[in-house]
């Protein structure tokens, strides 16, 4: 009788009855798993960051994922201050994009500010947040080289439309026209050839770089295809590697509408390579930041003020290019699902992007008595975009923020900052400028100095660096839906 097999419903209560008695725990952890709920869901947080050339994109995001790593809810308060994030793990890179080298920049990178990026590159992870029920977060960070965002245009418009853009309206700005009036003359003469447009296109190109004018497309006159940059050596005047399309013969310019009328076999032929670097460069770039359901745009305030008038109107020009390119606000799921997908606890299946933070970075640059009016610059240089978008679309969400995610200064209260100057040996105290209250009318490089400096980060592996308002950017980024 002893030795006959019992049913198994049977045994199955007899484990379970010697468990409970045998391991008290066991109870424990039982009605611990019944009152955790399960992850149904996962909340997307596909965040393009986006912004010029040393904006601070790549350090806004090294300092992301560090805080996400090892949160601290005392150093970096979510919600009321009691949301605890946890990282769960690293995912593998979609799309065919590189690893973001958090560690390399993160780590090893000795006192140094992480190297300038010259490929895209992205880092996913999960997360669990504490006042999550049922959800996991899925978080993708997408890092681009700043040179990058001239091209999106190209993602889009024909090659006339590109030329015409380019000669009908950036050139046209005051702080562009001088520049390019040489440049106009050569491309509208009927005498003109493939070599000498090009060459003059490059000069032009070379011209702008150095005074701080911020378009330049093809991008690939600064830094190629295959990631060799050309700026540092452009700067000191040297431009003969630098070449204006995927390589020394594919080079392309922009023709007015007259010339390419005229002469439709120089036409045709910029054209197509063109189209070549469409498929190869831009299209891709437009299709990375397309996938995204958030943006994060970094205006660098105190390098602009730092430089000219030219700078600021071509980042406007940037951002005005980035809304009508990417379109932001107009994902496919209508209004009446939005409902759903909040009480599903985040982004769950929502196209295209639909939040946007735009960050005024490097915050730590300007003297604490200052910090405010950053963000009052940031939304007075983009305000107008981001509501112009918002009324022509129903799934926009846009909030302003100014931060230093790796604060690396400390103010003094003689106006002065403290901090390792770029370049030097240890910490000095030196003047800054007061921010303006607005954008001034005009301005030359030299009226404002915001110098560089080393960066803080703590040697402690698990310790995320000292930072100004990234939690304010964070909690918006990855907040609760529900
Ligand atoms: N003080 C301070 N400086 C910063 C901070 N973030 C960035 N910087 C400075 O800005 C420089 C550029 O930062 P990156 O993050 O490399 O800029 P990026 O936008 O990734 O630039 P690209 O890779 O060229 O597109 C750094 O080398 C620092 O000098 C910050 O939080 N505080
Ligand atoms: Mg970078």
């Given at each position: 009788?002893?030795?006959?097999p019992?049913?198994?419903?049977?045994?199955?209560?007899?484990?379970?009855?010697?468990?409970?008695?045998?391991?008290?725990?066991?109870?424990?952890?039982?009605?611990?798993?019944?009152?955790?709920?399960?992850k149904?869901?996962?909340?997307?947080?596909?965040?393009?960051?986006?912004?010029?050339?040393?904006?601070?994109?790549?350090?806004?995001?090294?300092?992301?994922?560090?805080?996400?790593?090892?949160?601290r809810?005392?150093?970096?308060?979510?919600?009321?201050?009691?949301?605890?994030?946890?990282?769960?793990?690293?995912?593998?890179?979609?799309?065919?994009?590189?690893?973001?080298?958090?560690?390399?920049?993160?780590?090893?990178?000795?006192?140094?500010?992480?190297?300038?990026?010259?490929?895209?590159?992205?880092?996913?992870?999960?997360?669990f947040?504490?006042?999550?029920?049922?959800?996991?977060?899925?978080?993708?960070?997408?890092?681009?080289?700043?040179?990058?965002?001239?091209?999106?245009?190209?993602?889009?418009?024909?090659?006339?439309q590109?030329?015409?853009?380019?000669?009908?309206?950036?050139?046209?700005d005051?702080?562009?026209?001088?520049?390019?009036?040489?440049?106009?003359?050569?491309?509208?003469?009927?005498s003109?050839?493939?070599?000498?447009?090009?060459?003059?296109?490059?000069?032009?190109?070379?011209?702008?770089?150095?005074?701080?004018?911020?378009?330049?497309?093809?991008?690939?006159?600064?830094?190629?295809?295959?990631?060799?940059?050309?700026?540092?050596?452009?700067?000191?005047?040297?431009?003969?590697?630098?070449?204006?399309?995927?390589?020394?013969?594919?080079?392309?310019?922009?023709?007015?509408?007259?010339?390419?009328?005229?002469k439709?076999?120089?036409?045709?032929?910029?054209?197509?390579?063109?189209?070549?670097?469409?498929?190869?460069?831009?299209?891709?770039?437009?299709?990375?930041?397309?996938?995204?359901?958030?943006?994060?745009?970094?205006?660098?305030?105190?390098?602009?003020?730092?430089?000219?008038?030219?700078?600021?109107?071509?980042n406007?020009a940037?951002?005005?290019?980035?809304?009508?390119?990417?379109?932001?606000?107009?994902?496919?799921?209508?209004?009446?699902?939005?409902?759903?997908?909040?009480?599903?606890?985040?982004?769950?299946?929502?196209?295209?992007?639909?939040?946007?933070?735009?960050?005024?970075?490097?915050?730590?640059?300007?003297?604490?008595?200052?910090?405010?009016?950053?963000?009052?610059?940031?939304?007075?240089?983009?305000?107008?975009?981001?509501?112009?978008?918002?009324?022509?679309?129903?799934?926009?969400?846009?909030?302003?923020?100014?931060?230093?995610?790796?604060?690396?200064?400390?103010?003094q209260?003689d106006?002065?900052?403290?901090?390792?100057?770029?370049?030097?040996?240890?910490?000095?105290?030196?003047?800054?400028?007061?921010?303006?209250?607005?954008?001034?009318?005009?301005?030359?490089?030299?009226?404002?100095?915001?110098?560089?400096?080393?960066?803080?980060?703590?040697?402690?592996?698990?310790?995320?660096?000292?930072?100004?308002?990234?939690?304010?950017?964070?909690?918006?980024?990855?907040?609760?839906?529900?």
């Amino acid at each position: 009788m002893r030795n006959q097999p019992q049913p198994m419903i049977h045994r199955n209560r007899q484990v379970i009855r010697r468990a409970v008695w045998t391991y008290p725990h066991f109870l424990i952890r039982i009605s611990e798993q019944m009152m955790r709920p399960p992850k149904l869901f996962s909340s997307k947080h596909d965040i393009a960051v986006v912004g010029l050339y040393r904006s601070g994109k790549t350090v806004f995001i090294t300092s992301l994922i560090n805080h996400l790593m090892h949160h601290r809810p005392d150093e970096l308060k979510l919600g009321d201050g009691s949301i605890k994030i946890t990282f769960d793990e690293e995912l593998p890179p979609q799309n065919g994009f590189s690893r973001f080298p958090y560690e390399e920049f993160r780590y090893e990178n000795n006192g140094n500010w992480p190297k300038k990026t010259k490929a895209t590159f992205q880092y996913r992870c999960s997360f669990f947040r504490s006042d999550w029920g049922w959800s996991k977060g899925e978080l993708s960070l997408v890092d681009i080289p700043g040179e990058r965002l001239s091209d999106i245009a190209i993602a889009k418009l024909s090659y006339g439309q590109w030329s015409d853009r380019l000669l009908q309206k950036v050139f046209q700005d005051g702080h562009y026209r001088d520049a390019a009036q040489s440049y106009q003359q050569l491309a509208s003469d009927q005498s003109a050839t493939e070599q000498s447009v090009v060459a003059s296109y490059r000069e032009l190109l070379a011209e702008l770089y150095r005074s701080f004018r911020p378009i330049i497309s093809p991008s690939t006159f600064l830094l190629t295809a295959d990631g060799k940059f050309n700026g540092t050596s452009i700067i000191k005047g040297d431009h003969a590697s630098a070449y204006c399309g995927l390589s020394a013969d594919s080079q392309f310019a922009p023709l007015p509408q007259s010339i390419r009328h005229s002469k439709p076999e120089l036409s045709k032929l910029f054209a197509s390579r063109y189209a070549d670097y469409r498929k190869n460069l831009a299209g891709p770039l437009v299709k990375s930041l397309s996938r995204c359901n958030e943006m994060v745009v970094l205006l660098d305030v105190t390098t602009l003020l730092a430089a000219n008038t030219g700078m600021y109107n071509g980042n406007r020009a940037l951002l005005e290019l980035l809304f009508e390119i990417l379109s932001p606000g107009r994902g496919l799921l209508g209004i009446g699902l939005d409902l759903l997908r909040k009480s599903l606890g985040g982004r769950i299946g929502r196209r295209g992007i639909s939040k946007i933070a735009v960050v005024a970075t490097k915050a730590d640059k300007v003297h604490d008595s200052q910090r405010d009016k950053l963000v009052d610059l940031a939304k007075d240089m983009s305000g107008g975009i981001v509501e112009r978008q918002k009324q022509r679309t129903s799934n926009l969400e846009c909030r302003y923020f100014a931060c230093a995610a790796v604060k690396s200064t400390f103010s003094q209260v003689d106006g002065t900052l403290r901090g390792n100057l770029l370049g030097d040996d240890g910490p000095v105290e030196y003047p800054v400028s007061d921010l303006p209250s607005r954008w001034p009318g005009k301005w030359e490089q030299g009226e404002f100095v915001f110098p560089d400096v080393a960066p803080l980060f703590p040697e402690n592996a698990a310790l995320a660096p000292d930072h100004l308002g990234m939690d304010h950017i964070i909690d918006f980024l990855v907040k609760s839906q529900v």
